[in-house]
């Protein structure tokens, strides 16, 4: 079965999803990633994508959703980690739809990852990652051995440029207004369940294994 993974910025989505996907044998699509990919290949979605992603506002729908719909088309076989992705209520209703429509494994879980505001804020400004393979790092609670330098695969890391103190902001903005009314679209759907995100990562996994 499939897993809906969302929660604000910053709230650990991307590091959790790693594990979850080594245990619970499961397929990873993470928008997020998908966009900062067809941006660093400037290919025209990526060149559409980067007005919104650089200035942290959401991608329209109609690109988001024909972007998860390329991906499936591509490969619908096993269970799937979706991961900001649904954002809106719109892309949840596709989503529901797109499994249907493609025989795609059902969500058997919403998990929603819960940060407060002011911790969500220095993982956002000390998050790095590596140019390369896309390790995701943090300056103080995961920093790289040797500093700029990726861990796994000796990459240059660098500072998403959406982790800037004024772009974060206008995140958590579009976050409040279009993603956090997805807790009571779930809610209503008996599929939420709601993941404490604080404490390291290992005890964040702990939380979300029995779900997997
Ligand atoms: P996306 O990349 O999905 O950004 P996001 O949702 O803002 O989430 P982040 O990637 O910033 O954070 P995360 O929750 O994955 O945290 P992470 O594990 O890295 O989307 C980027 C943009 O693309 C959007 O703004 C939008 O423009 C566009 N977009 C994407 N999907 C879209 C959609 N569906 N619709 C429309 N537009 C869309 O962790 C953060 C940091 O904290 C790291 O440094 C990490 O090391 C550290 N950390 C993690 N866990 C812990 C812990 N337990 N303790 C201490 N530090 C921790």
């Given amino acids: 079965m499939s897993i809906v993974l969302f929660g604000p910025p910053g709230?650990?989505?991307?590091?959790?999803?790693?594990?979850?996907?080594?245990?619970?044998?499961?397929?990873?699509?993470?928008?997020?990633?998908?966009?900062?990919?067809?941006?660093?290949?400037?290919?025209?979605l990526g060149i559409e994508a980067k007005g919104y992603v650089d200035n942290g506002q959401l991608v329209p729908d109609s690109i988001t959703i024909g972007l998860v719909r390329e991906v499936l088309d591509a490969n619908k076989e096993g269970d799937f980690i979706f991961d900001g992705f649904p954002r809106t209520s719109p892309q949840a209703e596709a989503l529901?739809?797109?499994?249907?429509?493609?025989?795609?494994?059902?969500?058997?879980?919403a998990l929603f990852l819960e940060v407060p505001k002011q911790v969500l804020m220095e993982r956002l400004t000390g998050r790095r990652l590596c140019k390369d393979c896309g390790?995701?790092?943090?300056?103080?609670?995961?920093?790289?051995?040797?500093e700029g330098i990726c861990d796994r695969c000796g990459g240059e890391t660098y500072q998403r440029k959406d982790d800037s103190e004024d772009?974060?902001?206008?995140?958590l903005e579009a976050y409040a207004k279009?993603?956090?009314?997805?807790?009571?679209y779930y809610q209503q759907k008996g599929l939420y369940i709601e993941i404490d995100g604080l404490g390291d990562t290992d005890s964040v996994f702990s939380r979300i294994k029995p779900y997997l």
């Fill in 11 to 44: 709230a650990g989505k991307g590091t959790q999803s790693e594990r979850m996907v080594k245990e619970g044998k499961k397929t990873h699509i993470s928008t997020g990633d998908l966009f900062r990919a067809a941006m660093k290949n400037k290919t025209p």
């Fill in 96 to 109: 529901e739809e797109l499994i249907s429509e493609m025989g795609v494994s059902p969500i058997q879980h």
């Fill in 135 to 146: 390790a995701v790092y943090h300056v103080k609670s995961a920093p790289t051995a040797k």
């Fill in 167 to 171: 772009v974060i902001a206008t995140r």
């Fill in 178 to 184: 279009s993603t956090e009314p997805l807790k009571e």
